[in-house]
């Protein structure tokens, strides 16, 4: 699931009808309506998030349970830990994976930070690898996590890597509510912060997504120099003011993602 394919047209767009499975298409759509914020759900709570009608969600839940990737207690349906297989095996099997972690572990030491990377994902990013010598978030992040796109400094510099129209598209479509004092709650400045972003290379964002809470990021590039994934680091507040996060924490980025840019081919 974890692909630098953008979505799931794009890989409609690839196969003929003939070769789609819509059934198959919808039981995915009906896991992936399992959220942090919405860890459980009755057949109409999955019915409306995913816009099935209720005798094909009623199906999807109940082949998923049959299936060992769901509890259901006569009301509520919960994932179990066997859903786990169909991600993380997805994440082992990624040779970007395979090629960032040695990077992001030595990172990790020289700064003594939390290192990540992350995909885009329609309206998130997606963590694909993280070290962390420290925690420095309230909530732990591990390959798998998601967070908004549109607060968050890896996030902004994925959307930078979007035509505008694109960009803009995705920030239409995201809950831009603040999660704290700090956050950007106008898709206007934010993408005044996207082109910024083009020019800089770089991304910071101070207390948007959680308060104490301050990050960098950097484009990571391939061979061609096409932009698969951002790379950042997170900071405590107390350790960095914004200016500081850019000159003590950048050139390490940076050497990183120029090291990384060799390999990935």
Known sequence: MLTFVQNVEDI??????TD????????????????????????????????????????????????????FDGKFFTLTPRILRLGTGALAAMPFVRLMQPWLDQLSLQIDQPVSVCVLDETEIVYVAHTAPRRVMSVGMMPGSRLPAHCTAMGRVLLSALPDAEARAKLDASDLSPRTQQSLTDAGQIMDCIAKIRIDGYSYVDQELEIGLRAIAVPVYNARGRIVAALSTGVAAFLATPEELVTRYLPALLKTQEGVRRILR
């Open 20 to 71: 789609f499975i819509a059934s198959l298409a919808k039981g995915l759509k009906v896991i992936e309506a399992f959220r942090d914020e919405f860890p459980q759900l009755t057949i109409s709570d999955a019915a409306e998030k995913t816009g099935l009608d209720r005798a094909t969600t009623r199906r999807c839940l109940l082949t998923i349970h049959q299936l060992g990737y769901a509890d």
């Open 12 to 17: 409609v767009r690839m196969v003929t009808k």
